[in-house]
Each structure stands twice: as C-alpha cells, then as structure tokens.
C-alpha cells in the first residue's frame, strides 16, 4: 500500500522578520523519549498491518534507536530551522536511512503525534509528582509520631483559639496532600487516552490497529472522536488545575513554617541548610526556602490561566495557538517538582520547640471553649454558657491574667456554677475531650498516624 505523503522537513520561505517565531525546538525537545517511543511503536503497527515491510520497519526503528542514543549523549544535532522536535528526528531519521524513513509518516499526522508525545509525558509528569508526594505524607507522618505528644494553640483569624495536639496539624496537610494525589490520579485517567490513529483531523484511510499501539504504549482507552483528539488539550489543564491546587497547599505550608520560625511564635527551627543568612545582619537565619515556595505558587497560577485562555476561543481542530501549551506546562511541572523535592528535604529536619509550645498553648483564652462545655455538662444552656464564659474572658484580659490564675471567688461572680473541679479544665483535658473521629485527642491521633501508614502501604503494594 502506497504511503501517505509525508510533511516535507523543509521549511518554507518566510519573512526574515519573522525570526525564530514559530520555533518550539528549543522546548519541546524535551519530548524526544515521547516523539521517538510513539514512532517506534507506530512503525510496529505498521508493519503487523502490512502497511510497510519488515525491513522497512527494522531500518525505521534502529534508526531511531541510535537518534536517541545521539540525543542523550550530546551528539545530536538541533536545527531550529526544522522549527520542533518531530521534524528534526524526522529529518536525521532521513539522513540515516534514506527515503525509507519517508514511510514513517504513514498514517499519522504531527497533530495526533504531539498529542500523542504530551500524554505521553504529562502521564509520566503525573507519576512523579504522585511519589513525591507520597514521600511528604510519609516525612508528615513520621514528624508526627516524633512529636506526637506535643500540645500546640490553633488558631482561628491567626488568633489563639483552642489547644490541639502538633501532630493534628501536621495531619492537616496529610490530608490536603492526599486530595492532591487523587487530584492527579483523576488527571492521569483524562489523560490515558491514545489520540494516534486520528491522523489532522478526519482520522485515516488504513487499516490500522489503534488497540494494539494503545496496549504497546500503556494507553487504557483510545480517542472516540478524530477531531476532539487532536484538538483536546483539557488533560494538560487538568495537570495545572491540580499543580495549582498542590501549591496552594504548599503556599499555606510554607506560610505556617514562616511564622512558626518568627521569635514570636518560636515554635520550630528549620535545618541550617533550609535557611539563609543576610548581606549586613549576620545573626539571620531566613526562611528563604519556604518563602520561595510560597512565591512560586504565582507562576503555576499563572501558567493555568494562560492555558484556560489559550483554549478558550480556539474553533475545531488543530491551530498553531496549541503550540503555546508546552512551555506553560514544563514551567508547572518543574517548578512543583523542585518545591516538592525541596520540602521533602526540609521537613525532616525540623526541630519543635516542645516547651515554647506548651507554654503558647497555655497563654491566652484558649481554653474558653472547654469552660463553656464545663457549664453545659452542669445543665446550663450553651448560648448562656457562652456568654458567661465571654465576659468571663474580658474580666481576665483585662486583669491580664490566665483563666487558672482566677480564684473560685471571682469564678463565682460570674456563674455559681462553678465549683473546685472548675481548675481540672487543662490543655490535656481539652485535647482528650475531643474524643470523636477527626478530632485532636491523643487516642484519635494516633488512630490517624496508625491508618495514614496503612493507606500509605496500601498504595505502594
């Protein structure tokens, strides 16, 4: 069977105003492993549908094998020219093995092909961030155990609020990163989806076997709709939509240890190689590392909206405005794998000031919530407990004192409902009230760590 007539590697005449403009080489070259994997399994189908010969398929392939071999060891040589990836390994595929390699292109289109290359690689993006990931929960559950014991003031409105136990928040972004990670697998299932086969748009007129190039290249489901698949870039969306959200995540991280690491709070101190000095003020130690995180997470933002915009006016199928969704994406994944890697390095390291917590727990009015259920479990209402204990507050704070440094007597002017057991009301009772599912008691934490480990060995098995 004839072959279809393959894009010339030879660029037209344009303007020489025009520089460099329509050149990707410079970026998409990072999907040399895609582009030359997919050919090679392309060039397999072929040949099993007798579309070309063995030995066509043979010549195709070694071809191939040695550009990538020249690739990685720094011999290969980037004609920006060529304009992208595909037609310079097209190009010295034709160099080496003549017009034979001409036969490549049978059957395909660079449309399904860069699809096909960006699945390819976001599939593979996906799976790294997953097991760094996994590493951080697992770096958050053994910072957990270490510091299980740990009491700690939460806070609402960056206010002290009520005690709970470190380990419990730590916990929190257990969780958050946990969404991520079902985030990304949901993202991975989109992107599954093998677009080889729909050819510029209207699919082909060969009997080709898109199940086996599917099986061939790890795809669970093959595009249903020619002109959808060479157009859909919602898989690369969806990678940035849950990078974006991990950021966050990270964002609020990094702006805990911050001020966790502030003289204020003087709750943790980060590993000396996590911090920075100053230019003029040799006693600092800068948080620079988690402040830098925290910055990245504009750029990943940005990334999505340029992305969402990009799409948001684009008439079917393929236009040249899809070239824009790479570098977008490289920036994403690389700036999420740096500060994932970064954190995964940092955590570790961290040391809780276990006394300076103890005594911030014990400060303020944070045990306000637990006198009020003091009043409810003898029988008076909780709104009108809530409002004796609100006045009671004022009173201390104004007499700058904690609620045990109250005397029964002044308890009393209040409620006489108070009694002596009003003084077992402590940072302990208050965590281990909180006795239920999700709460922050001693028991109900140490189910968490105890079901976190399970969840994690169960992923990796």
Not at 79 to 92: A, V
Not at 193 to 215: F, I, K, Q, T
Not at 361 to 367: C, N, P, R, T, W
């Amino acid at each position: 069977m004839s072959s279809c007539k393959k894009e010339s590697p030879i660029i037209k005449q344009l303007s020489d105003k025009v520089g460099g403009f329509t050149v990707s080489i410079h970026y998409d070259r990072r999907l040399y492993k895609q582009d030359i994997k997919g050919s090679i399994v392309h060039a397999a189908m072929l040949c099993k549908q007798k579309i070309i010969t063995l030995a066509d398929r043979d010549a195709i392939q070694n071809g191939l094998i040695e550009i990538e071999v020249e690739i990685e060891t720094g011999s290969f040589t980037w004609k920006p020219e060529l304009e992208d990836i595909h037609m310079n390994i097209e190009s010295r595929l034709h160099e080496k093995i003549g017009p034979i390699a001409g036969k490549l292109h049978t059957a395909r289109s660079r449309n399904d092909q860069v699809s096909l290359d960006m699945r390819m690689f976001v599939k593979e993006s996906i799976d790294t961030v997953i097991s760094q990931l996994t590493t951080l929960q697992r770096i958050l559950l053994d910072l957990s155990s270490k510091y299980q014991d740990v009491i700690v003031p939460g806070y609402t409105h960056l206010q002290k609020a009520q005690p709970v136990l470190f380990a419990h928040h730590l916990l929190a972004y257990f969780q958050m990163f946990d969404r991520d990670k079902t985030r990304f697998r949901e993202a991975s299932q989109r992107t599954d989806v093998l677009p080889l086969g729909s050819g510029a748009l209207a699919g082909l007129p060969y009997d080709l076997d898109r199940n086996y190039v599917a099986e061939e290249l790890g795809f669970s489901n093959i595009s249903a709709n020619s002109m959808d698949a060479v157009s859909d870039r919602d898989f690369v969306i969806d990678y940035l939509s849950a990078a974006s959200i991990c950021m966050m995540h990270i964002s609020r991280f990094s702006e805990e240890l911050i001020l966790w690491t502030t003289e204020e709070f003087s709750l943790i101190k980060l590993p000396p190689e996590y911090t920075t000095g100053s230019s003029i003020m040799p006693q600092k130690r800068n948080p620079d590392f988690a402040e830098i995180s925290r910055g990245k997470t504009g750029r990943v933002y940005g990334n999505l909206v340029s992305m969402l915009t990009i799409l948001k006016g684009l008439p079917m199928t393929y236009n040249r405005d899809l070239q824009e969704d790479k570098e977008g994406f490289f920036d994403s994944h690389d700036t999420l794998t740096a500060v994932l890697e970064v954190f995964t390095g940092m955590l570790p390291g961290i040391y809780v000031n276990s006394d300076n917590a103890r005594q911030s727990a014990e400060g303020g009015m944070v045990l306000a919530t637990d006198l009020a259920d003091y009043l409810v479990a003898k029988g008076v209402p909780f709104r009108e407990a809530h409002g004796i204990i609100s006045n009671l507050s004022d009173y201390a704070s104004s007499l700058d004192k904690m609620f045990g440094e109250i005397s029964l007597e002044e308890y009393r002017k209040f409620s006489p409902i108070f009694e002596e057991d009003v003084y077992e009301v402590t940072v302990e009772s208050s965590i281990n009230a909180r006795n239920t599912i999700g709460g922050t008691s001693f028991n109900m934490v140490q189910q968490a760590i105890e079901r976190g480990y399970e969840q994690l060995k169960e992923s990796d098995d």
